[in-house]
């Protein structure tokens, strides 16, 4: 017994040392403390630039909405060069399966291959649809990482039934009549953390010039190279006979929110967007400066973004857009944003305000946002019937199957152009 003692608390002292350093920084350094956050003043969302007041559509498609993602672009994520040859795309189907949950849903794995004259690379992608629907169908697309390859997406235990091991709750979906996806978008690009956020490897190798060792200061970082990974997916997607390649839904929790974001803010074939904790980078202000902040992303996770980030670090306030604006250029497109109430790191309230002003590109299309003030709303009551969903939740951070049933709500009144169902109604009426 003393000997398995020793041998746990070493392990311990080692696991809680290696934790100490790599976290300390990060997680201990941020600011918790309202008090602490400096006065700040948005962006407006419908100035431009140059002060053009946007009062149109037209003036938000082809001046406001391009530059706010042209910056974003440049200074935060990172731009997607010319490759160094021209790239082919091909898709395989690997295997499908029609008899997953009594007969209920169709699996289908499919590789997904990118290659030039400099080399090739695959992805795999794993889809599920509903069989009992006819016809077309919306998708969710989840921002899952490696999902496919470390939990298998097999349905976890009977206490769990119609649950897949990462969480989708695959059976409401399918009585739902939603389908839902996922990409092994680390096959695209694993981080290996360069403190001065220079990046190589996966896609990237197929876009680097001649002699250029990894990217270039305006060059993309991780979420930009995750995000076309999902865009990919979007490609596939966009030729399946059960998809409605109109009715895809980006979807992603913590990095794989800001991922989804990215990824529906570069490519406008993504109808929808759902966001998780997603926090900053995603969906909460950097302004605030609370929890996570750009000088810490800079600092610590320097590959995330690209390495023009560093010239806003220290000074956030200089920027003249915010996450916002990112938010706005979903319109018309509705998007969900989903946070917690003890979320302090993703910043729930910062979120709340990032998704509140992103409300006026969406009136430009006279789309209805039902939120009934400025302040936040309460705890566990969604706004499910507007252009822009919103909850707080109680908890933490992470996607959690309140989150899911919020977001299989939003596509219900949006795409399939119902009154959103409870749980109860869906068996029910099965």
């Known amino acids: ?10 392990s311990c002292f080692s696991f809680s040392v290696a934790t100490a350093q790599t976290y300390r920084g990060k997680f201990l350094e941020a600011n918790y403390d309202e008090s602490k956050v400096p006065d700040y003043t948005l962006p407006d969302v419908l100035t431009s630039f140059g002060g053009q007041t946007i009062n149109t559509v037209e003036a938000w498609e082809k001046t406001r909405r391009p530059e706010i993602v ?5 200074n935060i994520f990172g731009e997607i060069p010319q490759p160094s040859s021209p790239i082919k795309r091909s898709f395989k189907l690997l295997s499908e399966n029609n008899t997953l949950l009594d007969r209920l849903c169709t699996r289908r794995d499919v590789e997904i291959t990118f290659q030039n004259k400099v080399g090739s690379l695959t992805m795999a992608l794993v889809l599920f649809v509903p069989n009992k629907v006819k016809g077309k169908v919306p998708v969710i697309l989840l921002a899952g990482g490696s999902d496919i390859k470390r939990k298998k997406l097999v349905l976890d235990d009977s206490q769990s039934y119609g649950r897949t091991r990462n969480g989708i709750p695959l059976h409401q979906l399918m009585m739902r009549g939603i389908g839902v996806a996922t990409v092994d978008y680390e096959d695209f690009g ?9 990046i190589s490897g996966g896609i990237i190798d197929l876009f680097l010039k001649s002699g250029q060792a990894s990217t270039n200061e305006n060059e993309w970082g991780m979420i930009a190279v995750w995000a076309y990974a999902l865009r990919a997916g979007m490609d596939y997607l966009e030729t399946d006979p059960n998809v409605h390649k109109d009715q895809v839904a980006t979807l992603g929790s913590s990095i794989g929110g800001k991922v989804a974001l990215w990824a529906a803010a570069t490519d406008t074939r993504f109808g929808m967007t759902l966001l998780a904790t997603a926090g900053h980078g995603g969906d909460a202000i950097w302004r605030r400066e609370y929890g996570e902040t750009l000088q810490n992303m800079c600092k610590y996770l320097p590959t995330w973004i690209c390495r023009n980030a560093n ?3 220290n000074n956030v306030h200089e920027m003249p857009v915010d996450q916002h604006s990112l938010l706005a250029t979903m319109a018309p497109r509705p998007f969900y944003v989903g946070n917690a109430q003890h979320d302090l790191w993703a910043d729930q309230k910062g979120q709340w305000i990032g998704t509140y002003n992103a409300a006026p590109a969406f009136e430009l299309y006279k789309q209805k946002v039902n939120f009934p003030s400025p302040q936040q709303p309460e705890i566990n009551q969604p706004i499910t019937e507007s252009a822009i969903g919103y909850h707080v939740r109680s908890g933490t951070h992470g996607l959690h199957l309140f989150d899911w049933e919020q977001y299989m709500k939003f596509i219900e009144f949006h795409f399939l152009k119902i009154k959103p169902r409870s749980v109860e109604e869906v068996y029910n009426s099965n």
């Open 190 to 198: 694993k981080d290996d953390r360069n403190p001065e956020g220079k």
């Open 70 to 74: 042209k910056f974003f672009e440049q």
């Open 1 to 10: 017994m003393k000997r398995i003692f020793q041998v746990l608390l070493i």
């Open 311 to 313: 010239k806003y670090a």
